[in-house]
């Protein structure tokens, strides 16, 4: 039996709160999860692939920063930061900020470091985790992608 992703809650950079999977619900989705500032360069790379392979077209493909829990001030310059970064709307609707115990949230999804991205293929009907992986989506892990959304 497959793993299925857990619940979560956070706000999109166009200020609507989302839960993933649950709100996404008419095709799969490819969750990338961020937990460092430098991550970012990873995640622009993956999504690029993906976009460039078609799966903006049949996935969700959504940007989950997890930043640990902090005051409300600093959220909302955070937050603020990152929306003066990025202009486009469907860019701000895929990427969803999640302020919360880190070590709760890596345990529940059985993400032993933080040295990297993480990333998810998620069935929309059942939340069962096609793939998982680590790192930069490579050559190998499109064709994995590709045959789990078959």
Known sequence: MADVFPSFSGENLNKEKKTI??????????????FQRWHQSLVDSSIDT???????????????????KTTWFRKIRLDTL????????????RTITVYTNKANFTDKFSIVNEDSIHWFVIDHVSHEILVRGEGLISPQDISWIKSSSK
């Open 82 to 93: 990152m929306r003066s970064g990025i202009r486009d709307s469907d860019v701000r609707a």
């Open 21 to 34: 999977p649950d709100d996404y619900i008419e095709k799969n989705l490819i969750v990338i999860i961020a």
């Open 50 to 68: 993906l976009e460039k392979m078609g799966f903006g077209d049949t996935h969700y493909i959504l940007e989950i920063p997890v930043i640990e």
